[in-house]
């Protein structure tokens, strides 16, 4: 039996420069998701819908970090790794060197 895709139906958002998710979080919720993929720390006032956001930006920075996701090179996409797209480029950039890149740009802000 095989598995079809079901396509995505949440909205793309852009957790970092150049860094995209697919996300059903609200509009309202994304300053938070934002602010925990980039390594602030929580507002203790925020209601628990924010601090769920923020605790799952934080969990996507933790997945990049591991190497358990990466960005893929076409879009710019944050996906895991087993949603890589196979490159034959050897002019590619690897996914380490994308993950790498990531990392810097998580840690620099």
């Known amino acids: 039996m095989t598995k079809t895709m079901k396509p995505c139906n949440y909205p ?3 957790l970092a420069e ?6 059903g979080i609200s509009d309202a919720n994304l300053p938070a998701l934002r602010s925990g ?3 602030y720390p929580a507002n203790p006032r925020w209601n628990p819908v924010k601090f769920h956001a923020w605790k ?3 969990h996507l920075r933790q997945a990049v970090v591991c190497g358990e996701m990466v960005v893929r090179s076409t879009d710019s996409m944050l996906v895991p790794v087993n949603h890589k797209e196979e490159t ?3 002019s590619a950039q ?3 060197h994308k ?3 990531l ?3 998580v840690f620099a802000s």
């Open 56 to 58: 799952t930006g934080r």
């Open 12 to 14: 793309v958002v852009e």
């Open 99 to 101: 993950r790498l890149v």
């Open 103 to 105: 990392s810097q740009l």
């Open 37 to 39: 993929f980039a390594g």
């Open 94 to 96: 690897s996914p380490v």
């Open 18 to 23: 150049g860094v995209f998710v697919h996300t």
């Open 88 to 90: 034959t480029d050897s």
